[in-house]
């Protein structure tokens, strides 16, 4: 199984830019479609953005359409997430998932392996 672990959070001011990481092991990436996930405190884990195994196609939740990207590097076991324009809003937990079999990319009960978790803050 592939062990997941995200880095890169933090506090910043609306409008400024971060890039979350999440980097694999235990398994090579190539086997799984990756996602980023958020929490916000009260709410329920929402999907933010997908990535097929082979990089060829992405998704995005319309809340982050334009100012966030994924993208993977298989040769490094990595998936980043880059966020610009950030909104209060966008302060959650963000979380890493992986899953090698079929799924819905925007369903969290698809996946199978998830990271620790890095907070992003965004101050008004």
Do not use: H
């Amino acid at each position: 199984q592939v062990q997941l672990v995200e880095s890169g959070g933090g506090l910043v001011q609306a409008g400024d830019s971060l890039t979350l990481s999440c980097a694999a092991s235990g398994r090579t990436l190539t086997m799984y479609t990756m996602a980023w996930f958020r929490q916000a405190p009260g709410k329920e884990r929402e999907f933010v953005t997908g990535i097929s195994r082979s990089g060829a196609s992405t998704y995005s939740a319309d809340s982050v359409k334009g100012r966030f990207t994924i993208s993977r590097d298989n040769a490094k076991n990595t998936v980043l997430l880059q966020m610009n324009s950030l909104k209060p809003e966008d302060t959650a937990v963000y979380y890493c998932a992986a899953e090698a079999g079929f799924l819905r990319v925007y369903d969290r009960a698809d996946y199978s392996f998830w990271g620790q978790g890095t907070q992003v803050t965004v101050s008004s």
